[in-house]
Structures are given as structure tokens and as C-alpha cells.
């Protein structure tokens, strides 16, 4: 179910950020455009990166203490977090990608 679920969400963020360049080549679409990618930053982004294993010096907690704090067995902690890692990758190369479809007025003039 875990992994359904990223996968809808990373298909949903790629589809958003499709449409925000197919608006923005033949009509020039920038009121949809730039919408459209700082949605993706701003739901699928923080949704993604979540996901990952990073620890910022105490600052914010592991999968895995997030997991063990709700109460779940160490066994489920491990395998939730081995799951979510390799859609942390990818939500930050969707990350990339939404940067760039919106600076994509300033980088093609």
C-alpha cells in the first residue's frame, strides 16, 4: 500500500508539471504555469522528503523515530522507512524538474 500510494503522488506531481510545460510552449501560459509547479513544491515536495532519511542535527527525526514514537513495532518502523527511500530520491529530482519549469521564462530569454 506504501508503496501505491508514493507512486500516485509521484504520478500525479509529473502529470501536474507536464501540463505546466505543454501550457507554456504553444500559449506562452505563465498565469498556469507557474501555479502549477509551486503546487508541485509545495504538496508533493515536502510529501517526498518526508519519505527520506535525512536527520538535520537533531532538528528533525528519522522515519524510523517518527514511527517508533507512534507506538509501531521495530520491524514495521525498518520496513516503512526502506520503502519511502527510494521516492525521497525521486521527490528530489521532481524538486529539480518544478525549479526549473518555473524559472523556465527567465532561462529561455
Not at 509547479?37 to 510529501?47: E, G, T
Not at 525521486?90 to 527567465?106: D, E, P, Q, R
Amino acid at each position: 500500500m506504501t508503496h501505491l500510494v508514493q507512486a500516485a503522488a509521484a504520478f500525479i506531481a509529473v502529470l501536474v508539471l507536464a501540463a505546466a510545460v505543454l501550457v507554456e510552449l504553444p500559449w506562452n501560459a505563465v498565469y498556469l504555469r507557474v501555479p502549477l509547479a509551486a503546487s508541485v513544491l509545495l504538496v508533493y515536495v515536502p510529501f517526498a522528503a518526508t519519505l527520506g532519511r535525512t536527520k538535520l542535527r537533531k532538528v528533525r527525526r528519522t522515519v524510523e523515530q517518527r514511527m517508533k514514537e507512534l507506538g509501531a513495532p521495530p520491524d514495521v518502523t525498518t520496513a516503512i522507512a526502506r520503502a519511502g527511500r527510494p521516492w525521497s530520491l525521486f521527490g528530489s529530482l521532481v524538486m529539480l524538474a518544478a525549479v526549473l519549469i518555473l524559472t523556465w521564462h527567465h532561462l529561455r530569454n
